[in-house]
């Protein structure tokens, strides 16, 4: 395995994907609707759900409008892109943690120069209705990677469980390329393009849009017409369009939480009713999918 | 070399809690399955990393225990068939029967094994199995539940030198004759055979896995303190040592600084963020200043001497301090420049909790509280007056009264803070910080000692082993704020029931009885408080007093190690003297030379009271009910009894022991107490109910005395 020199942005992605790729991965396409985290990615939460060995590697952009700083902070943004790993069951022959090492020693992360730890993590989502216990992979102090084994998603007990790692892109490529502001990354080093050259000005203006201007009105009702045509196609049976309504509804209460509308209790509220459609969309895969016989997840 | 055990379960990183608490577990499990199983042996050690556990028994012996259990039959006189049943069930032949006291027995030898047979089951089945982490997963097809996946297992029985490599499987994982290393040094990801319990220790150590966790956290202390000594100043022990000595398997001590620009921030706020987000250890001089020396704790020798390692750190500890910057001048700005009844009203915008409206409306509350114990004088005016003439202050009761005031309406207002929304746990401690600045050339000196660091602390005692608030004004801020909270949720029927007290109601009114207690010690005012025992004039609600009452009977058995029984049957008797007077007494009963003449001395009282009831002459035990006209009715030339004499004189003393009025009590009831003669009757009922009365005094004296000794003693061993 060569170790690349990464020289900007999207050699770290080049790298990463062939790394797992030659790992037995499936390199898959980003899901096509915006979402907090690439936990939401189908194929992450529904697959992790589904008897069938699966391994997966994707970039997924996430939006979290909350930690929008008008391209003011220099590592603070509200739409970052995640590299996921999703890997089911977990591998038996080679030592996944092991796996993970040699992933960092390929994209430049020299195990004899740098103190890497494992850091008791679990996490949990709400919306997801989601847990898993793993760690926070520490790089001389900072994290770079999220490490989690599933237990548990939708409030389904997983049958087999999967291990996802997922990886923090921009803030890898600022520790590799050893640059403090996000937006001086080389995004195409050869072209001379930044990171900031493509996302610098959607920062600025998606963060007025979050904080400022998004309308309020059609948010909740955006908001109620998601859970009621998600709930509507969950009766129909058809769970990947009712998951793909559900995930559309869990990003509309992120920008109304931006937009500073939402007070404790109704926080509370909005993410039992998430959950609550999340949970229906993984129970109907399970029935739906659930015989192992079937080609295709 | 002695016989000997050995299993390394290696597993990937466990988080330190789980692993700490393990150790202990695994010890136990071992040594409880080898018993059960009739399997000797000297001790068993059980050292750790984060990725693996080894368990040594020493000694263990080669084979089990024989024995011989003893099964009971049926009568020797039985009949044939019977008898020729009992043995097909069992198996055996009448030749296996032994006959004792007119019954049929079996002796059922159980042989000695060797323990090389059997010691994989029991690994398997008595220990790996019983194995339960308070947070655990699964992760393959055997759906066992560990911390984390179980990589590899190793064990190894050596027996008269002979070194025998134990095949055991469990979660799916079959275990082998080797063993792994550190993760980056030495061997790494290659195993490394292992052939004997010597063997294995040699190998980790070449492989730069230090396995004794107390050798690891030496280390770690002894570089450590090695950095601090450099600057004249020591470690600063707190937790993040023992979670730092589970983080890694070879520690290396590094030495790095706080970047100058953010040492301008409260301590706690650094120490907090650097130990809560990085696990780093803070360096504090002989003031208990903050150096901007700090120490990284890493996993790994590097080949540029920890540059790389220690410039990422530093990177790191930049940005979050940063962010703890931005945040603190936030604040600052805030607090600087808006007044403080904005301050206060913008405390409407926090709940407090459901139904029982924002903090505004605590606020509110608790100065209302303020006021209900000035005008029911539950604050003592006299001793307060007191306290600020020991000042040496021109400040009058009413100046002292809006400082509290002040504090009430401040209290609170860091909840808004940008520091404590994002690190909920510097509550109250950033408060006082907000508050210096606000007021910083506004009050005097001299009383500053009255109501320094009150906002830090009045969310003090946050437990049995923390102090209650320092200074005066923090202690009557902490009370008010918990009596208001338990007051609210009593009324809202949120008590504590059995084992469940999300709301930590009985930690608060524990909190209000120490105070109440332990108050006078630190603040060195006598009786801040005037606290009815049956703390009736502390509230209305019942259930409330009840539930103090409670608190304080049990702080009592906690800190006096007495039984509750005892309590309950004294105290109604001594709490007529107050709480402070009844811990001090039943302190003078936990002083077990006391105790048996305190007990027997009650017990006589009893039987004085009845004598005094049962004599049915009210016009008699009136008079003498009265304690002034005692005197009166003695008179001293009727002595007939040598008790009597005896008595009288004691009476005539100035200084009365305890043990005096115990005598004099134990010869009252020598001598007929109900006579013919109505006079005489009078005169030694009198006698009884003086007895009583000085015995009441004296108790009091001790008691007080007692109250006094014991927090004067905890007071000084804290300090």
Not at chain 2, 385 to 399: F, Q, R, V, Y
């Amino acid at each position: 395995m060569n170790n690349f020199k990464i020289k900007d942005f999207q050699d770290l992605i080049t790298a990463l994907e062939s790394f797992w790729i030659n790992k037995g991965c499936t390199k898959l396409m980003p899901y096509d609707t915006e979402m907090g985290a690439g936990t939401f990615h189908p194929s992450t939460a529904l697959f992790s759900l589904n008897p069938k060995p699966f391994s997966a590697c994707y970039v997924q952009p996430s939006r979290r409008p909350t930690d929008g700083r008008y391209g003011e902070s220099p590592n603070r943004l509200q739409h970052y892109f995640q590299f996921q790993v999703i890997i089911k069951p977990v591998p038996t022959k080679e030592n996944i943690t092991n796996t993970y090492l040699e992933s960092l020693q390929h994209i430049g992360i020299d195990s004899h120069k740098h103190d890497i730890r494992f850091v008791e993590d679990d996490w949990k989502s709400p919306t997801l209705g989601a847990s898993g216990l793993g760690w926070e992979v520490w790089c001389d102090g900072m994290e770079i990677t999220q490490f989690t084994y599933f237990q548990e998603m939708g409030g389904i007990s997983c049958p087999i469980v999967a291990v996802e790692i997922t990886y923090g892109l921009e803030r890898l490529a600022m520790y590799l390329l050893e640059t403090d502001n996000v937006y001086s990354l080389p995004w195409n080093k050869e072209q001379n393009i930044t990171y900031g050259d493509i996302f610098f000005n959607s920062e600025k203006e998606f963060s007025n849009l979050n904080f400022n201007y998004a309308n309020i009105n059609y948010l909740q009702q955006q908001f109620k017409m998601m859970e009621d045509e998600c709930n509507s196609l969950i009766k129909n049976k058809l769970v990947y369009p009712a998951y793909h309504y559900a995930i559309k509804a869990s990003n509309i209460f992120n920008i109304l939480d931006a937009r500073g509308v939402i007070s404790a209790v109704e926080r509370e509220l909005y993410i039992s009713k998430i959950r609550n459609l999340v949970k229906q969309c993984c129970s109907l895969y399970v029935e739906n999918y659930k015989n192992t016989n079937l080609q295709g997840y | 070399m002695n016989n000997c055990l050995l299993l390394e379960i290696l597993t990937e990183e466990i988080p330190y809690t789980l692993q700490a608490k393990a150790i202990e577990d695994i010890k136990q499990i071992t040594e409880l399955a080898l018993q059960e199983n009739l399997i000797n042996f000297d001790l068993v050690n059980v050292f750790a990393t984060s990725r693996r556990i080894t368990i040594i028994v020493q000694n263990i012996y080669e084979f089990t225990q024989p024995t011989t259990i003893e099964k009971k039959g049926p009568k020797a006189n039985i009949d044939n068939n019977i008898l020729n049943a009992f043995l097909q069930q069992n198996n055996i032949t009448k030749d296996n029967l032994i006959v004792k006291e007119g019954y049929y027995f079996i002796h059922i030898n159980s042989p000695a094994l060797e323990i090389k047979n059997i010691i994989a089951n029991i690994i398997q089945n008595n220990i790996l199995s019983k194995v339960k982490f308070k947070k655990s997963m699964h992760w393959n097809s055997s759906k066992v539940y560990w911390a984390r996946p179980i990589v590899n297992l190793l064990c190894i029985l050596e027996i008269n030198s002979v070194a025998n490599i134990i095949n055991l499987t469990y979660a799916n994982v079959q275990s082998s004759n080797y063993t792994f290393g550190h993760r980056f040094l030495g061997a790494k990801n290659n195993p490394i055979p292992i052939n004997s319990v010597n063997n294995y220790f040699i190998k980790l150590k070449e492989n730069f896995v230090i396995l004794d966790q107390n050798e690891r956290k030496e280390i770690i202390i002894k570089q450590a303190n090695n950095i601090a000594y450099k600057y004249n100043a020591s470690l600063l022990n707190n937790w993040v040592l023992n979670e730092v000595v589970f983080l890694n398997e070879y520690p290396v001590v590094l030495e790095s600084s706080i970047p100058q620009k953010y040492l301008q921030l409260p301590k706690e706020l650094i120490i907090t963020i650097m130990a809560n987000n990085q696990r780093y250890l803070n360096i504090i001089d002989n003031n208990n200043n903050l150096l901007p020396n700090y120490i990284i704790v890493a996993n790994n020798l590097t080949t540029d001497n920890a540059a790389e390692i220690i410039k990422g750190n530093n990177k790191v500890l930049t940005a979050r301090l940063e962010d703890g910057l931005f945040f603190y001048n936030q604040d600052i700005t805030y607090y600087k420049n808006t007044s403080l009844e904005t301050i206060t009203n913008n405390l409407q915008k926090i709940t407090y909790f459901e139904d029982l409206g924002t903090y505004y409306d605590k606020v509110t509350r608790i100065l209302s509280l303020l006021n209900q114990f000035k005008q029911n004088n539950l604050l003592n005016l006299d001793n307060l007056k007191l306290l600020l003439n020991n000042t040496k202050s021109p400040t009058s009761i009413t100046e002292y009264y809006s400082v509290i005031e002040e504090i009430i309406k401040f209290c609170k207002v860091d909840l808004l803070s940008n520091v404590v929304k994002e690190i909920p746990e510097l509550q109250g401690i950033m408060g006082e910080y907000y508050y210096n600045i606000l007021h910083k050339n506004t009050k005097q000196e001299a009383v500053s000692s009255l109501y320094k660091n009150s906002i830090k602390e009045h969310y003090k005692p946050q437990g049995p082993n923390d102090q209650i608030p320092l200074a005066p004004v923090g202690q009557i801020v902490s009370l008010l704020d918990k009596l208001d909270t338990l007051e609210q949720l009593f009324n809202k029927g949120k008590m504590p029931t059995g084992s469940q007290d999300p709301y930590a109601l009985r930690r608060a009114a524990l909190g209000v009885i120490r105070i109440l207690l332990e108050g006078n010690f630190v603040n060195k005012v006598q009786n801040l408080f005037n606290i009815d025992i049956k703390f009736n004039n502390l509230t209305n609600n019942t259930q409330l007093q009840e539930f103090f009452t409670e608190r304080f009977k049990n702080y009592i058995v906690d800190e006096l190690k007495i039984s509750k029984d005892i309590i309950n049957s004294k105290y109604n008797f001594i709490s007529t003297y107050g709480i402070h007077t009844t811990f001090g007494f039943f302190a003078v009963f936990a002083n077990n030379t006391q105790q048996a003449s305190v007990i027997e001395c009650f017990s006589l009282i009893d039987r004085l009271k009845n004598l005094v009831k049962s004599s049915n002459n009210s016009v008699m035990f009136n008079k003498i009910n009265n304690i002034e006209n005692i005197e009166l009715n003695i008179n001293y030339n009727n002595l007939q009894t040598s008790q009597e004499q005896y008595i009288i004189k004691v009476l005539q003393n100035t200084n009365i022991t305890f043990a005096q009025i115990n005598e004099c009590i134990k010869k009252i009831f020598e001598i007929k107490l109900i006579t013919e003669d109505v006079n005489l009757t009078t005169m030694r009922l009198a006698i009884l109910v003086k007895l009583n009365y000085l015995l009441h005094i004296i108790l009091k004296e001790d008691s007080n005395a007692y109250y006094n000794n014991y927090y004067t003693k905890k007071i000084a061993t804290n300090n």
